[in-house]
């Protein structure tokens, strides 16, 4: 019988998996604030926290970075077999793959998401653009990883704000909370 491996400890190894390569919750935070800023004067950096710790809650999320971190780690080591391995190793423009994964973590979060994904995919804002510059290390994946919670939880917090709004009561708002959890 298979026996599943638990939530908290795929979620504790997405997030240090992140931390090893260099990428912080304050970094990815800081894009979802300079996206949402310039429609929420209120802002606050806690808000983007809180909402970049709610899209790593995700499994569909702890998945795809475990798998994109692993495949540019096995890359940079050169333990992948050939042609895969070179195309990894310089991000080659046609490989789409990098994307797919993460484009598929975004779905969960809305068609703001998505879209939100496709900018930050060529703006390359903040972490995500030191990620993509940097040659010494191999980060095909995890530049498009980070750009995928960005811009979930940009997606996540402006509907949250706009439940705000509204005027939505906080029992309403942390049952939307626990619904953006599940997966």
Avoid: W
């Avoid at 800023?37 to 995700?58: P, R, W």
């Avoid at 540019?72 to 077999?81: V, W």
């Avoid at 979930?152 to 917090?157: F, H, I, K, T, V």
């Avoid at 402006?158 to 997966?183: C, P, T, V, W, Y």
């Amino acid at each position: 019988m298979k026996v599943p491996v638990p939530s908290n400890v795929v979620e504790q190894a997405a997030r240090t998996k992140l931390t090893e390569r260099g990428v912080s919750i304050e970094d990815i935070a800081q894009i979802v604030y300079d996206l949402q800023v310039k429609f929420y004067s209120g802002l606050t950096m806690e808000d983007c926290l809180e909402s970049v710790d709610a899209v790593l809650y995700k499994r569909e999320i702890q998945h795809a970075i475990l798998v994109g971190i692993e495949l540019d780690e096995l890359a940079e080591r050169g333990q992948l077999s050939e042609p895969l391995l070179s195309i990894i190793k310089s991000d080659e423009g046609l490989f789409g793959v990098d994307e797919t994964i993460a484009l598929g973590s975004v779905f969960g979060f809305g068609s703001i998401a998505v879209t939100t994904f496709g900018y930050l995919d060529k703006a390359k804002m903040g972490i995500i653009k030191e990620l993509d510059e940097i040659k010494v290390e191999t980060h095909t994946f995890l530049d498009d990883l980070v750009a995928s919670i960005a811009a979930s939880a940009a997606a996540r917090l402006a509907h949250r704000l706009r439940d705000r709004d509204e005027n939505r009561s906080r029992q309403e708002i942390e049952k939307l909370d626990m619904e953006d959890k599940i997966g």
